[in-house]
């Protein structure tokens, strides 16, 4: 599975992000989907996940209602719409996937996961 994330950044604080990952190779086997972030010095953070079979989505307290997961299975793409940014928001973002069913491994527990695609917030 290889996962190639695209769409990070600059943005002033207040701004948007859309963060896109295409998945390629077993995606049918792919249960779970999810971005997860990591800032300097920081551990890594979940954002964002979704079950690839029931579509149901857990966000993150600290990003709820500001960041949306989504995903296009005729495209293989999983999406991270991100608004009303805020510098915190600064960090390395990974696009993450894991075979599991049901869904319940949070985003940086995922057994694959991308290169990332570093988003700034000024």
């Known amino acids: 599975v290889q996962l190639v994330e695209s769409g990070g950044g600059s943005v002033q604080a207040g701004g948007s992000l859309r963060l896109s990952c295409a998945v390629s190779g077993f995606t049918d086997g792919m249960h779970c989907m999810g971005w997860f972030r990591q800032a300097p010095g920081d551990e890594a953070e979940g954002v964002a996940r979704?079950?690839?079979?029931?579509?149901?989505?857990l966000v993150a307290d600290v990003v709820k209602d500001r960041f949306n997961i989504s995903q296009d299975n005729a495209k293989n793409t999983v999406d991270l719409q991100m608004s009303s940014l805020k510098p915190e928001d600064t960090a390395i973002y990974y696009c993450?996937?894991?075979?599991?069913?049901?869904?319940?491994?949070?985003?940086?527990?995922?057994?694959?996961r991308g290169q990332g695609t570093q988003v700034t917030v000024s």
């Open positions: 979704i079950d690839s079979r029931g579509g149901s989505i």
């Open positions: 993450a996937a894991d075979p599991r069913f049901p869904c319940d491994v949070i985003s940086h527990s995922m057994t694959f």
